[in-house]
């Protein structure tokens, strides 16, 4: 095995454990495909949030956890209001642990 191939092996090996995080691409039956991102590393417990008083027109959605490959760790976002939408309920951002262990991040999302 040549030197440079040598180099070339332990750089492989070094930058895959030093990354942190594994991307999951997720194929289901056709026609139809989606990719998802998930890691490894359990997001911290929810931080506690004092909920501001209720606002007329307006929902809060709790802050919550969000994975920044840059900085190889998970930030916080904090909650907001949001303008509610009459007729529809709001699902606030969660993690979920996939299988193989993994989690995945879901946004909140608005239902009927």
């Not at 989690?103 to 009927?112: D, I, K, M, P, T």
């Amino acid at each position: 095995m040549s030197r440079e191939s040598s180099a070339l092996i332990l750089s492989a090996a070094l930058a895959l454990a030093g990354a942190g995080f594994v991307v999951a691409p997720t194929v289901q039956a056709a026609p139809q495909v989606s990719v998802g991102v998930g890691i490894s590393v359990a997001p911290p417990a929810p931080r506690f949030e004092r909920v501001p008083p209720p606002r007329a027109g307006y929902v809060w959605a709790p802050g919550y956890w969000v994975w920044n490959p840059r900085m190889h760790r998970h930030v916080w976002v904090g909650g907001r209001w949001m303008r509610a939408r009459p007729g529809y309920h709001y699902m606030p951002a969660r993690w979920r642990r996939g299988p193989h262990g993994h989690w995945r991040f879901s946004n909140g999302y608005w239902v009927r």
